[in-house]
């Protein structure tokens, strides 16, 4: 970066940094009393929480048509989120007016060390993260998203009303998770920076947020680990909403304050270097495999693509990986194999990957809202724990009284959770079960869903009572799952009523089983200290080791009958064509009809492979007893604290929430062993992908406060192995940003384009061009015509007008369209037709696909005219005006259009 860029790029940084700041101020009124239940008051989670409200004000007035994609619209959504903060914050009693028992105001301001740890974290991450960006700037076609990422974000900056339309298919509205995006582009007006440097500034962002929040998390476990935490004085001990805890006014023994503070700094450090930072064990496998260290027979039943050659002869390698891309291998270490034994490749990527990858993919937009929601769920659970029993209910109001959730309260909860729907749709069910569950492990330490079968004899009207409570509290729960559910939907219902996807249905997983050396490759020291802090937990609990094999093969027996029976199921019903078949139940049924089974190249042995594979996924259930037993050993755990605590005052304690986090990223790592969503790739790859990403984040999250605590109790072995799988964990991201560096080998910068200047000159000063001239033509952003990636293609360089101007163009990356839509109806109807604008030498031919599509400006640049003839594109010149000519690009603009059917048009850019 030379002295001219350094400044004002560093500038724009400054500026940047300071508008994020200014959501997080304008959230924290409302942000403080919300988290009153967490001992940070939630201070680490405003910013978070400010851009996704003002996010949803903003994209929500903009959709009514009540607000325009202008600066003033997001400073309007900034005003009524600092607006209801205030309103909110006004409901605290004054303590001057109010009785004795009213809470001071004070009470909810987080503590100093607080507000300064998560400062410090978000403003050392972002610094260094922009640092990592520099280095690595550059928005390429091959390796990622970028191309579609920059599109999005251009075309949400070019549009005046929401929804955006669709770069890559003019006409057609985004038909994506694109809400963050939104929020992106609200940052890059607010902060007037060009949209190239916003796309690095963003990502930089997304990492210091991560960074932010999970620190924040691991300090509230902390702080209400194992006693009374360190909390609110004595003095805020009034009102039951608003404690942090029931402990004695007296506040709580000066050896539980010491301990809890060591037990919050240090998760709080640990967290965002087990989150964002750490990568798998992939990257020091690649150390020795490029130094020549293992068997060749070793590398081969690792089976991890490109390791499973044999390595060089020891001495005569190098201790640092030098083939090409070797850093992207981190997220390709499962290997699965179809039921003919061809390769199925599948995706892992971890949140160090994705942030030295550098796409602003959804996965990696939703990450800081993930934490968010985590924050929501304990703040929930901490509420819970403090419920009065039973008899005692008597709060004013259905939801106070269930959930302690004023109105205001579950609105902002419904927003939080359903908002992930729209940054990335995995994730909502995910964080409201995780939420619903948090709920209901509160309930239980506090009688609320209790059941104790000895009450039967005390007589039938006690049992009846017991079976009554039980049924009401299971119907709460119930009600809370689904009410959350139906508010996330239908607070974001314009997004859900256009958006149209891939996903096919749920499939079972016959063939592929997770081996268990590939899943310790990638989750080796997560699952270590997950599986050290479950077992210490049941020992101190009491569970025997006997009644958790017991439960982990009736469980695993009982998962294979059940999925035995729904195949079976769905293979009748298809065989009647009462369905389609699909997946493993077309093998099914094309066996019941004696039909050649698909995919079969020699059907006189398929049934003989497929029995063998059968077999082979039969004996390898090594990975699934594993998860198995850690989910069961939780259950159990948590099952025989609550017979043990039952009925009494259940102490602040992070140990559960915990055990959940453990429990739920456990069920998604097992959830992909027999299921996955069926989609255009036919294969596991995209739910391991998006199923693994989030165990990453909650093992991460659970990782960092168990290591604490351990080092807390002096479990010195525990942590020297665990520091030691760390380390290694930590060979990836110490080689691969350097690597990953080494690949752009320019000179520093933050913008991302800077790149295209020596790469496509051409095309580069035409983009520029585009991007400071054109503009709306009349409500509508025009329509540029540019050659396609047709015939699904993607990850080409076509598209790369659209992409980096955000004008639509009737076809960019034609796959992803297809994944986008579901369908490639559409994307095959335009690709003749854009053939011929490009071809034909008829005038009235070019003349009415240019009205049917109103196209207003045609590019014909280097990658133009090395695919079309030249007479195809000559003719433009006699029936166009030119309004850029340059270095081998011209671009023409459609002044008149000149058929007669021009007169009467359909709008534009409706939702399809």
Known sequence: MTADTLLPQALLALRWYVVVQAFGLAALPLCLRLFRHLPDRGYGMSKPLGLLLAGWTFWLLTTLGWLHNTVGGILVALGLLLALGLVVKAQIPNPKS???????????????????????????????????????????????????????????????????????????????????YIIVAMLTRLAAVPPSIAFNLGIATLFALTCAGASTLAYNLGYVTNGPPL????????????????????????????ANRAVAFGGAVLAPLLVAVMGNLEGLLEVFHAAGVGSAGFWAWLDITRLDQPPVPFGQGT?????????????????????????????????????????????????????????????????????????????????????FLSPWEFLVYALCLGGLGFLNTWDFPIYLFVLVAAYALAALRTSYLTFDTSRLTFGVSRFTFAVSRLTFDVLHLAFL????????????????????????????????????????????????????????????????????????????????????????????????????PQGPASYAVAWIRGEPLPGVEEPATAGDVLLRNLLARVLNPWTALVLIGLIATVALTLREKETRFSGKNPVSESSDFVLLLLA??????????????????????????????????????????ALATFARRGRVGVVAVAGLLILAGFVYPLLAIPARAGEYGGPPTLDATAYLAQAQPEDYAAIAWLNENVGRDGDVVPVILEAPGDQFKAYVYEGRVSAHTGLP?????????????????????????????????????????????????????????????????????????????????????????????????LPRYEVK
């Open 98 to 180: 109010q009785s004795p028992n009213s809470k001071p105001a004070s009470c909810l301001l987080p503590p100093a060390s607080s507000i300064l740890l998560s400062e410090l974290v978000f403003a050392l991450a972002f610094v260094a993260w922009c640092l990592v960006r520099a280095h690595m700037p550059r928005i390429q076609t091959a390796g990622g998203e970028k191309w579609m990422e920059i599109a999005f974000l251009r075309a949400i900056l070019r549009a005046d009303t929401f929804p955006p339309h669709d770069p890559w298919l003019s006409g057609f509205a985004i038909s994506y998770y694109h809400f963050g």
């Open 809 to 905: 163009t009737l076809l960019g990356w034609g796959g992803h369209e297809h994944q986008w839509r579901g369908d490639y109806e559409e994307q095959a109807r335009r690709e003749p037709d854009i053939e011929a604008l490009y071809t034909s030498v008829d005038p009235d031919e070019v003349w009415a696909l240019l009205d049917e599509y109103d196209i207003r400006y045609v590019y014909v640049g280097p990658l133009e005219r090395g695919r079309y003839p030249p007479a195809g594109l000559a003719k433009f010149a006699g029936l166009l005006d030119v309004a850029y000519d340059a270095d081998g690009v011209t671009i023409y603009r459609v002044e008149e259009v000149r058929s007669p059917e021009s007169e009467v048009r």
């Open 664 to 705: 739920t990223g456990g069920l998604l790592a097992l959830g992909v062993e027999y299921v996955y969503l069926s989609d255009h790739f036919g294969t596991r790859m995209n739910t391991v992908f998006k199923f693994y990403f989030q165990t990453w984040v909650l093992w991460a999250i659970a990782a960092a406060y």
């Open 481 to 580: 799952f689904l009410s959350l559910l139906i508010a996330g939907i239908l607070l974001y219902f314009p997004f859900w009523a256009s958006f149209q996807s891939q996903a096919g249905g749920i499939l079972i997983n016959v063939f592929s089983a997770t081996r268990l050396p590939q899943f310790l490759v990638m989750f080796g020291p997560l699952a270590f200290i997950a599986v050290a802090f479950v077992a210490g937990e049941a020992r101190r609990s009491g569970v025997r080791m006997a009644r958790v094999l017991r439960w982990t093969l009736a469980v695993l027996v009982g998962i294979l009958v059940l999925l035995a029976l729904v195949l079976a199921l769905f293979a009748l019903l298809a065989s009647l064509g009462a369905i389609q």
């Open 231 to 258: 909390g609110p004085p004595a003095s805020c001990r009034h009102d039951d909403h608003d404690l942090t805890t029931d402990g004695p006014p007296t506040g709580p023994p000066a050896s539980y304050r010491h």
């Open 319 to 403: 201790w640092v990986p030098t083939r090409f891309f070797w850093w992207w291998q981190a997220s390709r270490v499962l290997q699965d194999y179809g039921p003919w034994g061809g390769e199925q490749h599948v995706i892992d990527e971890f949140p160090g990957f994705s942030f030295i990858l550098g796409d602003m993919h959804p996965h990696v937009l939703a990450l800081p809202f993930v934490l968010l929601a985590l924050a929501l769920a304990l703040n929930l659970y901490l509420a819970a724990l403090k419920r009065p029993g039973s008899s005692q209910a008597t709060k004013p109001g259905f939801l106070r009284e269930t959930w």
